[in-house]
T-cell receptor, first 111, second 115 residues
Framework: EAQVTQNPRYLITVTGKKLTVTCSQNMNHEYMSWYRQDPGLGLRQIYYSMNVEVTDKGDVPEGYKVSRKEKRNFPLILESPSPNQTSLYFC??????????FGPGTRLTVT | AQSVTQLGSHVSVSEGALVLLRCNYSSSVPPYLFWYVQYPNQGLQLLLKYTSAATLVKGINGFEAEFKKSETSSHLTKPSAHMSDAAEYFCAVTPSPGGYNKLIFGAGTRLAVHP
């Protein structure tokens, strides 16, 4: 089954404690992306990757890092999380027809 | 910059009634326009995709969307609402020109279906 998986699904952490949210896809898509979803704002892109070792900033990259060492994985790293990064995070891949397919989401709370 | 506005953050319909959700976008012709649905505690599921080849596009779950280029808007409709249609619906476009590396989302419309 074609899917995008994210782990963990839920995470509560404290300010400043580094964390990583993993994303993996089994569709062999070159493009992967991270979004955050906040009430009343829809989804906003954090970073995207066109292929292995190729990443670029989206609209809200501050406070986040990414890496793309393998085609199937695209982890999101928060090196020093802050409460304003409390959000629902989605990883996505994209087909050649530009449809984006989303993972189930990771709900992050930073206290 | 491209922007997307969804009219009505909350819409409520009766079961069996017409569902009509509206989306306005700022560019005259976005390269691609998508409607997504998000059920509670789930990710986004693609309902349909518009690529300017037609003005009426059929999607999954009985939804279809009409595109009005002159008004830079899209209407998502379903003739008869089911209780299972209760969810949040998002309109998204690719930025133009040539901006295929991200989607610009509207803020979403939460659809409630009551008996």
């Amino acid at each position: 089954e074609a899917q995008v998986t994210q782990n963990p699904r839920y995470l509560i952490t404290v300010t400043g404690k580094k964390l990583t949210v993993t994303c993996s896809q089994n569709m062999n898509h070159e493009y992967m992306s991270w979004y955050r979803q906040d009430p009343g704002l829809g989804l906003r892109q954090i970073y995207y990757s066109m292929n292995v070792e190729v990443t670029d900033k989206g609209d809200v990259p501050e406070g986040y890092k990414v890496s793309r060492k393998e085609k199937r994985n695209f982890p999101l790293i928060l090196e020093s999380p802050s409460p304003n990064q409390t959000s629902l995070y989605f990883c996505a891949t994209r087909t050649g027809g530009y449809e984006q397919y989303f993972g189930p989401g990771t709900r992050l709370t930073v206290t | 910059a491209q922007s997307v506005t969804q009219l009505g953050s909350h819409v409520s319909v009766s079961e069996g009634a017409l569902v009509l959700l509206r989306c306005n976008y700022s560019s005259s012709v976005p390269p691609y326009l998508f409607w997504y649905v998000q059920y509670p505690n789930q990710g986004l599921q693609l309902l349909l995709k518009y690529t300017s080849a037609a003005t009426l596009v059929k999607g999954i779950n009985g939804f279809e969307a009409e595109f009005k280029k002159s008004e830079t808007s899209s209407h998502l409709t379903k003739p008869s609402a089911h209780m299972s249609d209760a969810a949040e619906y998002f309109c998204a476009v690719t930025p133009s020109p040539g901006g295929y590396n991200k989607l610009i989302f509207g803020a979403g419309t939460r659809l409630a279906v009551h008996p």
